[in-house]
């Protein structure tokens, strides 16, 4: 199957009808394996491909529609132009213009051409789970899996840009329950990668998945009260994901967020430089160009501090009188939102332990739990657990905690390690606030 000749074929049908269109084809094949306690719990392969279309009538009127149907595309098209000429018109409406200079997906290293059989994926569902179970005090798992992804992406816009690049992603995960009398710990271990080698071995994910059980055992209440707060990388990243839907366009527009008047002012410390960059080499989000057909750059979004862009597309751009940062996504429909890529907080040149010294009495938080992040207003509230901190030193287990602040006070009190890895969309090396509300036992 040509996904870009489907394309060029669609646009060809809606042209005949005077009206312009955009199209975007995901031809997706996914194979995963999950096991629980040596079981195979499922296997699962499948394979489709949806093709969305954004018909634009008199370039003020759109519509939008999905279909996994190949051999009624002339069925489709009428009733998507249909559905354009009689949709509301919107002034804001904004096309690419020109261009198909573009990075290729072999440049960025997201396709691993390795053969990834079902067995496999048994093996290393199996492997992580055994790694797992091997260590004392575990006594349950809760599953291992491991899937491979192949999306093949093309894309024709109205300008007349056509694209198309490939990308493959391996996710390996388990969890599993440590215990000790009474009590029960839950541990999990991940790893995402667009190549089988850059995977941590599933002994590894099974061993840390054991550690992070097992550690929480023992684990006590505090007193409430103000502590400086170092959340994990892996905690972090749910910060740096709240910051990238803070800045996203479609909040601005709406002025849904609180940082909405924040722009081309001092947000962090003068320290502190947040990336999004779609072109960093074998990244989980990296592609050629966007949604949009704009040739992906690097965008450099907090410079010492100081918030320099919103994470845009050509709609929202337009409504906000800027240009696009090149960051629009479609849904398989072909509807466009803007949306982060490889987004990221760069090292400092202060070490985990540094970070960890400098604290007399704190928290260390490994995990969060619930949705407490109000964007409007930027009140944050989040359960959480992980450790307690004396006198720079990780101590004892802790949980039962809530941690809370306003993301603007944490944003400026944020002090950065350099230890940064890059797993999944959002990455931040560990972070300090300075100061936040931990509530736990009051009779502790």
């Excluded at 904004?94 to 198909?100: K, L, W, Y």
């Amino acid at each position: 199957m040509n996904i870009l000749n489907i394309a060029a074929d669609i646009i060809k049908l809606i042209k005949k009808q005077n009206q312009d269109a955009e199209v975007t084809i995901y031809e997706t094949n996914k194979i995963s394996v999950s096991q629980r306690l040596s079981k195979i719990e499922q296997i699962s392969q499948s394979k489709n491909c949806t093709i969305g279309i954004r018909a634009i009538a008199g370039k003020t009127k759109v519509a939008y529609i999905s279909t996994n149907d190949l051999n009624n595309l002339g069925n489709t098209v009428n009733q998507v132009v249909e559905m354009a000429k009689n949709a509301p018109e919107d002034p804001y409406i904004n096309f690419a213009i020109g261009g198909d200079n573009y990075t290729s997906s072999a440049d960025l290293g997201i396709l691993d051409n390795n053969v990834v059989t079902i067995d496999n994926l048994k093996g290393i569902a199996e492997a992580a789970e055994n790694s797992a179970l091997a260590h004392k005090n575990i006594i349950n798992s809760e599953g291992a899996s491991s899937s491979h992804t192949l999306v093949n992406t093309a894309l024709s816009t109205v300008s007349g840009f056509i694209g198309s690049f490939s990308k493959s992603t391996f996710v390996n995960q388990v969890s599993v329950v440590a215990g000790e009398e009474s009590e029960m710990k839950v541990g999990y271990d991940y790893d995402v990668a667009c190549n089988f080698c850059d995977l941590k071995s599933p002994e590894l994910i099974g061993k840390e998945a054991a550690k992070r059980a097992i550690d929480q055992l023992n684990s006590r209440t505090i007193k409430t009260g103000k502590f400086p707060v170092i959340f994990e990388k892996r905690a972090a990243k749910e910060l740096v994901k709240s910051f990238a839907s803070a800045i996203n366009g479609s909040n601005i527009v709406s002025n849904s967020s609180f940082l909405r008047n924040s722009l081309n002012t001092q947000i962090f410390n003068d320290r502190i430089n947040i990336i999004d960059d779609p072109l960093l080499p074998r990244g989980i989000e990296s592609r050629p160009f966007d949604g949009e057909g704009i040739t992906s750059r690097k965008n450099v979004l907090v410079k010492n501090g100081v918030l320099q862009n919103w994470i845009l597309d050509l709609y929202s751009a337009k409504k906000l009188n800027s240009e696009t940062t090149g960051n629009a996504t479609r849904a398989g429909n072909a509807a466009i939102a803007p949306a982060a890529s490889n987004l990221y907080i760069e090292n400092s040149n202060i070490s985990f332990e540094e970070l960890i010294e400098e604290v007399k009495e704190g928290i260390y938080i490994t995990d969060l739990f619930g949705f407490g992040v109000n964007l409007i207003n930027g009140d944050y509230s989040q359960g959480a657990s992980g450790f307690f901190i004396e006198n720079g030193k990780i101590t004892y287990p802790i949980h039962e905690i809530t941690v809370a602040s306003n993301l603007k006070d944490m944003f400026s009190n944020l002090v950065v390690a350099n230890d940064l890895t890059f797993c999944g969309q959002f990455n931040s090396p560990t972070i300090k606030v300075s100061e936040m509300t931990v509530a736990g036992s009051l009779n502790n």
